[in-house]
């Protein structure tokens, strides 16, 4: 989320219209990105694995002129997601995090997070107002209601919880209220003046990012809720987003979209999708950011200078326009963006962005690590893992799982507290870093929203199917139940602590079916998979499904080993600046947590190395095999240790250190 804070803004002036808040600490080390091929895809199955094609359009021909010819024609799915109500999280890591942000859910005060609203529609609230971009004078204020609500939606459908649902029906009800004071279209926590500053173009922070988050919770408690009031308030709010949008002549809103508009035209096409109305997405469209899409349509990166979270948004909603449309040009759009920041423009840990921005030329990581510590806001790896799942059900392709794995294992678990239930702003991959926090009451950033509503689903890219099988793709402990099919599949495992996972079927009568299990990119030799306890007599090829069609009965087991080993990945731009990694786990070095005190880990949006610097140290290694000097520690798991080097270091995997100094990236002579 682009914060608006004047005495931030400098030294960027390349990245943002008005600036992004980066703190620049000191480039403490050179820091670098993954080798593209090993991390994620070298591209989609369409394309090319080198360099992506354009589409028989020549450069200067813009794809998106001035209008947007909208014809509904579904793209068909090659594999879909379950209802998330069918599948549950057994205990495992996950489902501590979804534990605690599910308490603090609960924790939150619904007057509290009323009072703002009812204040705007003139209803009385005597409720203490909340802190930080929920303040009553911050411009903001509302955006976080809005991804509650989804919240709530979200971890109704993934527990079945009704307290939690009654808790988001009562908000709805309570926000409808606020909207019917309001004239019955417009519903917000501030007042329409700061639209019409947008129109003016004058100074205001992002009213319409604020409203989408409110449209889309209000989706959310529709689809997962089944609350139809809820949908009542989304199209009241959608009525009045088209009327305002329709007022413009087009040059003047291609204007207006230089303000950050979160997915506005996401939330647009989902309710044309639903409702079958067309002029919802006539509205959607008015939110196509010309000078954003033409060159990704063009499969160009011109993605330098933009600020990362603003833009993201717009390309799922891009991504859903394709899917109710077979639109090619939205289907470049999101296809080029997708493979271009996850292999051009990510890091080690799948993160992207530094200071909220895109500062450098593609593959040039390490140059832009230097920029400074602020590095994968959170949000961003959010809305990459939702455009990375949607992407992945046009193709099926499994090569988009490594990418998602990636990043839920190394950045999304590193960015909660398990115990408090509180998520991260920036997770800083500056060598020497600590993970810092938000408060319970007092923050509220957009990554505090995302992180509401992504500990809320995790359950929802486990397993996917077709009209005959079933994909696996996480390896998760969790229970799906396929009723459609007649099948139960139990999957235990302790993943990733144990390289290995069972899936048990359960069947009350035989059922023929593919089971199609997914080998990652990252499986080192010796990979294996066991029908009831019988070795399957096909070596499993890593970056594919391995497929077993068989008449599944009742207590069937199926055992997968996924050996892990260790690897480095090197900065595109900086061979010398390397990370570690097992398996899929991104390894930290443990470095102390000398001098850290308790402010500057609950608070900040991340940690100032500039004003408390520390040394790091670097590693030679002693030939090309990792193991001569990186060794697994005896008894305690996934820990290592290196050796003969000038100051040893010992290596974890990244999201289980908390509270200490660590780095990522070595300097590898
Ligand atoms: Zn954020």
């Known amino acids: ?17 008005r600036g992004f808040a980066a703190t620049f600490a000191t480039g403490v080390l050179a820091a670098k990105q993954a080798a593209p091929p090993a991390a994620v895809p070298a591209a989609p199955p369409t394309q090319s694995t080198s360099a992506p094609p354009r589409r028989g359009l020549e450069p200067e021909t813009p794809p998106f002129g001035e209008t947007i010819e909208f014809k509904r024609k579904l793209v068909p799915a090659k594999a879909r997601a ?168 087009e040059p003047h809103m291609q204007d207006i979209l230089n303000t950050e508009y979160g997915g506005m035209n996401d939330v647009l096409y989902n309710l044309a999708a639903l409702t079958g109305e067309d002029r919802y997405v006539a509205a959607g469209d008015r939110f196509t950011k010309k000078k954003f899409f033409n060159p990704l349509a063009l499969r160009r990166d011109e993605l330098r200078g933009l600020h990362v979270n603003t833009h993201i948004p717009q390309v799922i909603g891009a991504a859903r326009r394709y899917e109710i449309s077979s639109d090619e040009r939205f289907h470049d759009v999101a296809d080029f963006f997708w493979w271009e920041v996850t292999s051009a423009r990510a890091y080690v840990t799948g993160g992207t962005s530094n200071g909220e921005g895109w500062l450098v030329e593609p593959r040039r990581l390490a140059a832009e690590l230097k920029h400074g510590s602020n590095t994968t806001e959170d949000c961003c790896a959010y809305n990459m893992l939702k455009l990375t799942r949607q992407l992945y059900q046009w193709t099926g392709d499994p090569r988009y799982f490594d990418y998602y794995e990636r990043t839920l294992l190394n950045h ?147 055992t997968m080993e996924l050996p892990m080993g260790l690897h480095v990945e090197a900065m595109p731009d900086e061979p010398t600046t390397q990370a570690i990694l097992y398996g899929p786990l991104v390894l930290a070095g443990k470095l102390g947590s000398e001098g850290l005190t308790k402010e500057m880990i609950v608070g900040p949006l991340g940690p100032s190395l500039r004003r408390h610097p520390t040394e790091v140290p670097g590693f030679r290694a002693s030939g090309a095999d990792l193991n001569a000097w990186i060794q697994p520690v005896s008894g305690e798991p996934l820990t290592f240790r290196t050796r003969g080097q000038a100051k040893d270091v010992t290596l974890v995997p990244f999201h289980r250190l908390f509270g200490e100094r660590y780095s990522i990236y070595w300097t590898v002579a």
């Open 1 to 17: 989320m682009k914060k608006l804070n004047p005495k931030r803004e400098r030294g960027v002036g390349l990245v943002s219209r």
């Open 82 to 249: 379950f209802r998330m109500a069918q599948v549950r999280l057994l205990p495992s890591v996950f489902a501590d995090c979804q534990k605690a942000n599910f308490d603090y859910l609960k924790r939150l005060d619904s007057d509290r997070l009323l009072h703002n609203f009812r204040v705007n529609a003139g209803l009385a609230s005597s409720a203490q107002p909340l802190g930080g971009w929920e303040k009553p004078d911050c411009e903001l204020r509302g955006h976080f209601v809005g991804h509650y609500l989804s919240a709530c939606a979200l971890m109704y459908s993934s527990t079945g919880d009704k307290d939690i649902k009654a808790k988001g029906d009562a908000l709805v009800a309570e926000l409808a209220k606020c909207q019917q004071k309001l004239g019955g279209g417009y519903l917000s926590a501030f007042p329409t003046e700061y639209f019409d500053r947008v129109n003016a173009r004058q100074k205001v922070w992002a009213p319409f990012y604020t409203v989408h988050k409110i449209m889309a919770g209000m989706y959310d408690m529709h689809e997962h809720c089944d609350n139809a009031q809820a949908l009542e308030v989304l199209k009241g709010m959608a009525d009045w987003a088209d009327h305002w949008s329709a007022s413009f002549p």
């Open 412 to 558: 999304r678990l590193s960015a909660i507290d398990r115990e408090t239930g509180a998520t991260q702003y920036y997770l800083s991959i500056a060598p020497g870093a600590w993970k810092t926090f938000g408060t319970e009451n007092e923050s509220f950033w957009c990554c505090t929203g995302t992180g509401v509503e992504e500990f809320s689903k995790l359950n929802d890219s486990i397993y996917f199917h077709d009209a005959d099988g079933l994909y696996v793709n996480l390896f998760i402990a969790s229970e799906l139940n396929w009723s459609e099919k007649g099948v139960k599949v139990r999957q235990e495992t302790n993943f990733p602590e144990t390289p290995a996972t069972t899936l048990t079927i359960s069947a009350a009568a035989p059922v023929t079916m593919p089971l199609h299990l997914r080998i990652p990119s990252w499986v080192s030799s010796g990979a294996s998979v066991k029908v009831n306890g019988k070795t399957v007599d096909v070596m499993p090829s890593p970056g594919s499904y391995f497929t077993l069609t068989r008449k599944w009965r009742n207590g069937d087991r199926v």
